[in-house]
């Protein structure tokens, strides 16, 4: 090789490590030291935060108000990327970052209004509570910019920066989720859908389960909105998906007295839902008058389940009915709508949509008395057009974060009461434990006022459940129950017919319980559904009806299955490929023809579809049997489930492979479904929550295989030596 040759290959491998270089300083993601001092802008007095062997954070400060920056500027460092989403999401500036692919989240957001609506807030918030929001969003924007320009890939993939903070942000972004979790508007968009075309008979046959339909007496509108309610819906399923947020994945909870739990004392614990899993800090702050630890959603600064020295309580979003769609006649200029006799003018405003890498452009948001315009209808020759105005309580004002700073000082069952009693926005239900052995729960309902001269769609409402007064705020029950046990669950009642129970309770009453057992059953819970419904298979699908050796094998597979679900489970993943043939088999022909964006979006109801198919087959007949596509085929109970495991199988086959063996929840689940987190708190002898996480981890590089990884911690609280003796580490922030 002669030396000209040499000198260019140098050159380049010296050019090409610059390159290299550069590139891995640019993409370097700044890490919070864990020891040593930082300085940190507007503090009071220093603040020690100590890390633990688990990467938890104990907070030591002379007041609150340092202890809240502290915490959002570790909470920057650790989340900033997932944060500003929350944040865009929630104000409407998504597509400032990502471009036209996030445009009609922002246009649902700035039109539901959660940032608007944010930000007439705090002037009604209670003075030491907006002080902390204020000293929490200078924490984060402290972050923001020492680190403006060495900021996480994320920002420097998509070439944006992160928004700052301010204490309306915080209220925003909690208001959507809840809203989100609430799960209302595709439920009473699917149900309005099935009510106009097939009318309140056939829907009563077809979900024996829904207690709160309307009467048959309203107008019918053919299917005149359902275009705007389907766009509706497809931003709202873009919102979460964006987040990452199935609403069907909620939280169960559970409280035991010491009656059934087998260390002293009561425990209280939960699982958190699937995108919490990696989105969540456990923290321990302590000042002067503050002494608490629990669980924190980086954004909303409260603890959410959690401790001090007397009580503990852990606070979980539940669906509930405080929505009511709203229609009004509108004028030919679509300036005013009808209410009362009288004609109205809308509420507008022209917000500026800015798309990174696009056009700008301008939204004209629309709201009535009720709350924000969804869409408009055209009239016809027999009646005025209409607009579609959603009236949801969580637009409203109440004190949220008061209520859950206030559970930071209960000590007693009276004051836990009077905390939840701020919080009446959006619905959640608060489980209570104390020193004493006392357990109980809040839960809050809807309180959603009913106009007598507002035109509502026909669809679900809590106005049409047995026994509806109104109003009602908030329900505390089960204080120190005489069963000793709460257990809160995402679906099922506890029996359908009364000679068959259903329910099969994993935390039997009459069993002691440890720690372990409650890990144990979530490392491999019990599917709930196949407890129910294979029952019900086995009665009516016989040896006989089988024709194959592959339909048997797979007969005698879940035959001997203990209803217990694993990522390597072969009938795991053949029970939810059936329930989920079951479902499209009995429900799709008809929703199909109703509207062709039904079916999808009725599929994302899981609760609502499993517990009406096991009413129907508990019943043995009905009309949805019929495949009402087909002139010359009626199907029964019988022919619809042994088609159902027939496609099962075909379909298992078709998409893995004819083995049985390869048949795993890994090949048909997405693995961060598998993710799961579990605490359990209890405060006798020493207040302690323990935390148990499962996660999915790659074998190799360039294999699909993967295995579950199990993690158990336990939190100490309240004995800041010990952290230092077992080799927590010291961060100290002060003031500049």
């Not at 020891?35 to 020690?48: D, I, M, N």
């Not at 809240?68 to 944060?83: D, F, I, N, T």
């Not at 007496?217 to 998906?241: A, C, E, G, M, S």
């Not at 893995?656 to 063996?661: Q, Y």
Request: hydrophobic share 40%.
């Amino acid at each position: 090789m002669n030396r000209r040759i040499r000198k260019i290959l140098f050159y380049c491998g010296f050019l090409f490590a610059i390159i290299a270089g550069t590139g891995y300083l640019y993409f370097q993601e700044p890490e919070l030291p864990v020891e040593g001092t930082l300085k940190l802008p507007s503090l009071q007095s220093p603040v020690e935060v100590l890390t633990d062997s688990n990467g938890n954070c104990h907070f030591y400060a002379e007041n609150n108000q340092d202890i809240y920056k502290a915490m959002g500027y570790v909470h920057a460092s650790r989340h900033l990327p997932q944060m500003d989403n929350y944040l865009r999401a929630a104000n409407g500036i998504l597509s400032e970052a990502y471009g036209e692919s996030t445009l009609d989240i922002d246009i649902l957001s700035r039109t539901m209004g959660f940032a608007s609506n944010a930000e007439s807030f705090p002037q009604w918030i209670d003075p030491e509570v907006a002080g902390l929001l204020q000293a929490y969003c200078d924490g984060i924007n402290s972050y923001i910019d020492q680190h403006r320009f060495r900021l996480p890939r994320e920002f420097k993939w998509q070439r944006y920066s992160p928004t700052p903070w301010k204490p309306a942000d915080c209220l925003a972004v909690y208001r959507m989720l809840a809203w989100l979790l609430s799960d209302q508007a595709l439920q009473k968009v699917v149900f309005y859908k099935l009510l106009e075309v097939y009318g309140n008979t056939k829907v009563m046959e077809g979900f024996p389960a829904i207690q709160n339909l309307p009467p048959d007496n309203f107008p019918k509108f053919n299917t005149r909105f359902f275009k705007i309610l389907n766009d509706y819906i497809r931003q709202n399923t873009q919102l979460l998906d964006f987040l990452e947020i199935t609403p069907e994945n909620l939280e169960h909870s559970w409280v035991f007295s010491s009656k059934h739990f087998k260390k002293s004392g009561s425990a209280l614990g939960g699982q958190l839902p699937a995108f919490l899993c990696n989105y969540h800090e456990i923290h321990e702050l302590v000042s002067p008058d503050l002494n608490v630890a629990g669980m924190i959603i980086p954004g909303i600064p409260f603890i959410l389940s959690g401790h001090n020295s007397t009580i503990a309580w852990n606070v979980t979003i539940r669906p509930v009915d405080n929505m009511e769609l709203i229609l009004s006649p509108v004028s030919e200029d679509k300036s005013n709508y009808r209410y009362k006799n009288q004609w109205l003018p809308f509420k507008t405003s022209k917000e500026r949509l800015h798309t990174h890498n696009g056009n700008d452009s301008t939204i004209l948001i629309q709201s009535t008395l009720f709350g924000p315009v969804i869409g408009h209808c055209p009239g016809d020759k027999n009646g005025p057009g209409y607009c579609i105005s959603l009236k949801w309580l969580g637009l409203e004002f109440s004190d949220d974060f008061k209520g859950l700073y206030l559970l930071n000082y209960c000590s007693s069952w009276n004051m836990f009461k009077e905390a939840v009693g701020q919080h009446v926005i959006p619905a959640i239900e608060v489980d209570f434990i104390d020193t004493d052995e006392n357990i109980g729960t809040a839960q809050y309902t809807s309180d959603l006022a009913i106009d007598p001269f507002a035109e509502r769609l026909s669809t679900l409402s809590r106005i049409y459940e047995p026994g509806f007064v109104y109003p009602i705020k908030h329900l505390f029950r089960y204080f120190n129950p005489a069963s000793g046990m709460i257990h809160h669950q995402q679906i099922y009642p506890d029996s359908i017919s009364k000679s068959a129970p259903l329910q099969c309770d994993v935390f039997r009453q009459d069993t002691l319980l440890s720690y372990n057992d409650i890990i144990s059953y979530q490392e491999c819970p019990v599917n709930r559904q196949a407890e129910m419904i294979l029952p019900l298979f086995f009665e009516i699908v016989a040896d006989s009806d089988l024709s194959t050796y592959q339909q048997q094998r797979a007969y005698d597979i879940l035959k001997s299955w203990n209803c217990r679900m694993s990522a390597a489970s072969i009938a795991s993943t053949i029970f939810n490929t059936f329930l989920a043939q079951l479902r499209r088999l009995v429900y799709q022909d008809e929703m199909d023809l109703a509207d062709a964006q039904l079916y999808s979006q009725f599929d994302r109801l899981t609760d609502e579809s499993f517990l009406n198919l096991l009413f129907l087959f508990h019943r043995g007949e009905s009309s949805w049997f019929d495949d009402i596509r087909t002139l010359d085929i009626i199907e029964r109970r019988k022919s619809i489930v042994l088609k159902a495991f027939r496609e099962t199988l075909n379909l298992l086959s078709e998409t893995f492979s004819p083995n049985f063996p390869e048949w795993t929840r890994s090949n048909t689940a997405d693995p961060a479904t598998l993710n799961r987190v579990t605490f359990l708190i209890n405060l006798i002898p020493q207040p302690t929550i323990h935390i148990s996480s499962r996660e999915i981890k790659k074998t190799s590089a360039i294999s699909r295989s993967s295995q579950i990884a199990f993690r158990q911690i336990s939190f100490n609280s309240g004995n800041r030596f010990s952290l230092m003796q077992n080799g927590a580490r010291i961060l100290t922030l002060t003031p500049n």
